[in-house]
């Protein structure tokens, strides 16, 4: 019933942007934004600059299991914060599974994240098919009870979009338009759970979300989309100038799931549980991913979208 339910809305705003203009003949105002990485695995990955002053970040998805692969990725994420002074996680969905009682909220996020949440670190939710939609209320995920909010980087210009992508309603598409029109910063970054492509065989790209958001995240200049959803670790080749990752095995793993053929892959891990690691100075964002077992699995340097 869930799911016909948001096939209904998705298809209804999809008539509803054309009937807006919105979709169709969209000009992009904005160059590609690009990337670097090693190429084979013999070179070095790409390392994070650690400068001070720039906005270091993680990214976590699909993870409240409450099981061994989250506490022992939660223990690499406090281990890797010691020398990496991260202020923000993001989390891209399927922040709980199973039940969702108090003692759930400690066993299942509370106590393995322990020590990043002692030492600061504000954790910014957006909701997955899994949660409960009451999870907005929840105080350690700063959603101030919004389904959808965007949020600035404490002395950065780098605002995130954080999306509802289970339930998008008419309201949400136009507030986001809204958003993302009135935005300045230099670095717009969109965070939701479906992913709008990928390689997964569990999932999957969501065609219909994409003929939604996209338009929208060309024409106002996003230049990277962060999700999760297939329990996999992907990085898309850029797609109209936007950089898309999935990562969707903080907690959850899909063991084997990517299509090896695939043509969107840039980067694909499906062997452990990951988190990423970003960094943002200037005009570049530095990323690196890394394993369960502390492995830098993909990395790299994204050059923003510039206006042109």
């Known amino acids: 019933m869930t799911l016909f339910v948001r096939r209904v809305a998705v298809v209804t705003f999809v008539a509803t942007l054309i009937a807006y203009g919105c979709l169709?003949?969209?000009?992009?105002?904005?160059?590609?934004?690009?990337?670097?990485?090693?190429?084979?695995p013999a070179?070095?990955?790409?390392?994070?600059?650690n400068q001070k002053g720039s906005l270091k970040f993680t990214v976590l998805g699909d993870f409240g299991t409450g099981g061994r692969g989250e506490y022992d990725l939660a223990a690499r994420m406090a281990q890797f914060h010691e020398g990496f002074n991260f202020d923000i996680v993001v989390l891209v969905g399927d922040n709980l599974y199973g039940s969702e009682r108090p003692q759930d909220f400690k066993v299942k996020f509370e106590d393995p994240y322990k020590p990043v949440l002692d030492a600061g670190v504000k954790f910014y939710g957006a909701l997955g098919n899994h949660d409960a939609r009451e999870q907005r209320y929840y105080r350690l995920f700063n959603m101030n009870g919004k389904l959808y909010y965007?949020?600035?980087?404490?002395?950065?210009?780098?605002?995130?979009?954080?999306l509802d992508s289970t339930y998008p309603v008419p309201e949400q598409i136009a507030w986001l338009e809204k958003e993302l029109k009135g935005s300045n910063d230099d670095w717009k970054i969109a965070v939701f759970h479906h992913p709008l492509y990928s390689s997964s065989g569990r999932h999957g790209s969501d065609l219909k979300?994409?003929?939604?958001?996209?338009?929208?995240f060309r024409r106002y200049n996003v230049s990277v989309c962060l999700s999760g959803h297939d329990h996999v670790y992907e990085r898309i080749k850029p797609q109209h100038g936007i950089v898309h990752f999935v990562a969707g095995s903080g907690g959850q793993l899909a063991v084997g799931d990517i299509d090896k053929s695939s043509?969107?892959?840039?980067?694909?891990f499906d062997t452990s549980n990951v988190f990423m690691a970003v960094e943002i100075s200037g005009d570049k964002m530095y990323f690196n991913t890394i394993s369960?077992?502390?492995?830098?699995?993909?990395?790299?340097?994204?050059e923003r979208r510039v206006p042109q």
């Open 150 to 162: 965007s949020f600035k980087a404490p002395n950065q210009k780098v605002r995130f979009f954080m």
């Open 292 to 302: 369960r077992p502390g492995e830098v699995v993909d990395s790299g340097i994204i």
């Open 43 to 49: 070179e070095a990955p790409v390392s994070l600059p």
């Open 209 to 216: 979300l994409r003929e939604v958001l996209e338009p929208l």
């Open 24 to 40: 169709g003949g969209v000009a992009v105002t904005a160059g590609p934004a690009t990337v670097q990485s090693p190429q084979s």
């Open 263 to 268: 043509a969107l892959t840039a980067k694909g």
